[in-house]
């Protein structure tokens, strides 16, 4: 099962924590800061370089701050986008050189009135706008990848679409407001290159959504969970799973990727059923009848033409890992490995192998295969009669248990590793920057792993 | 309450209610004859878990001492309390270790099973709520709570647990006056 090898390190505890429970750490897309989104009201903002508490952004918002996002893609200024219990999502900005440099009035002109209050400690941070809209507690945000759209969710059954006007007024129009859910939209996540928005909740289900036309309406919607489905990742553009070195041809390896970018960007999903899975939208080419592909996603084609409608279907189940839900999945944009963790208190990584043969779930087999190209012939004598028969095979190779002590685990997110020690302990051969992994649970703590094989 | 859903419970007599002397007798020591506290007619001097928060702590925690934790607890619509309304019984409680095959973890799961008074109680999930507050408060947070409806007793029970089991909803339930006003006056008589 797990390598011995394998293992997470815990490298710093961030400090000072919040007393209370903490929801969500959101990495910042390029600078080494997250935030952590608490029950007592407010988002810290602590240094991946020390590890240190730099602000508390405070003020904002009336009831705990469920989740947070930072917007990409924008230079010399943060944007985070706050939703909380209290129903509202917060706009908040702050000057990446504060301090540097003497900020100007620019932009200035536009504070929210009656804002101002929060900003005595922290003045850096400045409350830019609240986004009114949702009956009931926000539960999810998250920017499209241009950073234009801004995706929000809630109780209420309902997804927001946002477009930041970027007017130098804080603008945001509504572009849409979807309510197909069933119950709390516990989720939502966009694509990372296209405009595309997944969602996922207590209904079960996880549904993608796409413009199409000026309007924006669903595209998928995915059964395969028996409870509430917590979260949701995408898959990196570029990420390749891990083969034993030279354990599968070149050529197959070609094709197998050849084959996933025809479906673009897998999805990982987690659950209150306790299992995480895998999900893979089936390319148009190979869905001949349209209407297939409308009876398989199980919505009645009424509004929309068929033709927008995609099917996805379910790529691999995660090894089992988990004895309570799964309350969050991240997927490595760097690495490819998967981390989960939940209520259990456990931390579990996952790794993508290359498996070349028949369903031999012996994933050690490939540690012996021959170098090169001569793997080709040594498949064994269960090769399926299927000509390109590599698949790909997940399996655990690390754990943690009581990984915040007795505590539930919320949330895991990759960031870039920005402290001293990381040039020391890279021992990866690949190109990708060394990653560690963050964890926020339930009693304040937010904890910082690096993960060495 | 607008309007009182079952007008005819059935009423337990607190003094049969199962109980045990709180003295230092080592939890699984059961003593339902002897008990001090059974003669108590006021509910309201029963000890509360505050002054035993220590202890809690120290001394391995048994279904009884969960059910005397909730026992009291007022029914929203009647004045009487869960265990005298048989909502909540001791038989129906249990403590198991979360992850059995984690060896020396300290999590635990404390399992306790509802029957509400009619099949279609609306305030079921109140009930399990304030259950599952009145536990989460009084118990250490190595405790997992599974606050559920006994299969078969409401007309909804899948939706009410998959509610009451839902962290995020419990989490803002909390955050929620309104609410939080009915649990606490269900609390009153537990303290």
């Known amino acids: ?453 | 309450m607008a309007e009182v859903q079952n007008s005819n419970p059935t009423i337990l007599n607190v003094a049969d209610l199962p109980t045990r002397s709180r003295s230092t007798k080592k939890s699984g020591d059961y003593d339902y004859t002897s008990g001090i506290f059974a003669a108590v007619p006021n509910p309201a001097d029963f000890l509360s878990s505050d002054s035993e928060d220590d202890d809690l702590l120290e001394e391995p925690i048994d279904e009884q001492e969960i059910f005397d934790l909730i026992k009291l607890i007022s029914d929203p619509e009647h004045p009487l309390s869960l265990g005298e309304l048989a909502v909540v019984s001791l038989p129906d409680i249990s403590i198991k270790p979360t992850l059995p095959n984690v060896p020396n973890s300290p999590l635990q799961t404390v399992t306790v099973l509802i029957t509400p008074t009619i099949t279609h109680c609306s305030l079921a999930t109140v009930i399990g709520l304030g259950v599952r507050v009145r536990l989460e408060q009084s118990l250490p947070p190595r405790f997992r709570m599974d606050v559920r409806i006994k299969e078969g007793t409401h007309s909804t029970g899948d939706e009410v647990n998959k509610q009451l089991g839902d962290k995020e909803r419990v989490a803002a339930a909390l955050e929620n006056g309104a609410l939080m006003q009915v649990i606490a006056k269900m609390m009153e008589t537990c303290r």
């Open chain 1, 1 to 453: 099962m797990a390598q011995t090898n394998s293992h997470l390190t815990l490298l710093s505890d961030l400090t000072p924590p919040s007393l209370e429970r903490t929801w969500l750490t959101s990495p910042h897309p390029t600078l080494p800061i997250v935030a952590t989104c608490s029950s007592d009201k407010t988002v810290r903002i602590y240094s991946l370089t020390n590890f240190k508490l730099l602000s508390t952004i405070t003020g904002g918002h009336k009831r705990s701050v469920r989740t947070a996002a930072w917007k990409p893609h924008i230079s010399g200024e943060s944007v985070l986008a706050t939703g909380s219990f209290d129903a509202t999502v917060g706009i908040w900005r702050r000057w990446d050189n504060y301090g540097a440099t003497n900020t100007t009035e620019e932009n200035h002109t536009n504070l929210t009135e009656g804002a101002d209050d929060a900003d005595t400690e922290d003045e850096e941070w400045r409350f830019a706008v609240l986004l009114d809209g949702h009956d009931s507690e926000v539960k999810s945000v998250s920017w499209s990848p241009s950073g234009m759209l801004l995706a929000t969710c809630a109780r209420d059954k309902s997804i927001w679409i946002w477009e930041d006007l970027d007017d130098g007024d804080n603008n945001f129009e509504t572009v849409a407001v979807m309510q197909e859910h069933g119950g709390d939209v516990k989720c939502v996540s966009w694509h990372p290159v296209e405009e595309c928005l997944a969602s996922a909740g207590y209904d079960d289900t996880i549904r993608l959504w796409r413009e199409d036309l000026d309007d924006w309406g669903q595209v998928a919607c995915i059964k395969g969970h028996a409870g509430t489905v917590w979260f949701l990742d995408w898959e990196g553009v570029d990420t390749t799973p891990a083969s034993a070195a030279g354990a599968v041809s070149a050529d197959l390896q070609r094709q197998w990727c050849e084959q996933v970018s025809l479906s673009g960007p897998r999805l990982v999903s987690c659950s209150d059923d306790r299992t995480a899975r895998i999900w893979r939208r089936v390319p148009k080419e190979s869905v001949s009848g349209t209407a297939l592909s409308s009876a398989a996603t199980g919505i009645p084609s009424i509004i929309r033409p068929t033709g927008t409608d995609e099917n996805w279907e379910e790529d691999a189940c995660l090894p089992h890992a988990h004895e309570l839900a799964i309350y969050s999945v991240a997927w490595s944009r760097r690495t490819g490995l998967i981390a989960s963790v939940g209520a259990d208190g456990r931390i579990v990584l996952y790794e993508e192998r290359f498996v070349e043969g028949g369903p031999s779930t012996d994933a050690g087999a490939d540690a012996g295969a021959d170098a090169g190209a001569d793997a080709m012939d040594t498949t064994d004598d269960a090769a399926p009669v299927q000509s390109s028969s590599l698949r790909t095979e997940w399996s655990i190779v690390a754990v943690v248990d009581g990984a915040h002590g007795i505590y539930e685990i919320n949330h895991a997110a990759w960031a870039k590793r920005a402290d001293r020690g990381s040039e020391s302990t890279s021992t990866s051969t690949s190109p990708n920057e060394e990653e560690v992994l963050v964890t926020t649970a339930d009693d304040g703590s937010v904890k910082v792993w690096s993960f060495q094989r």
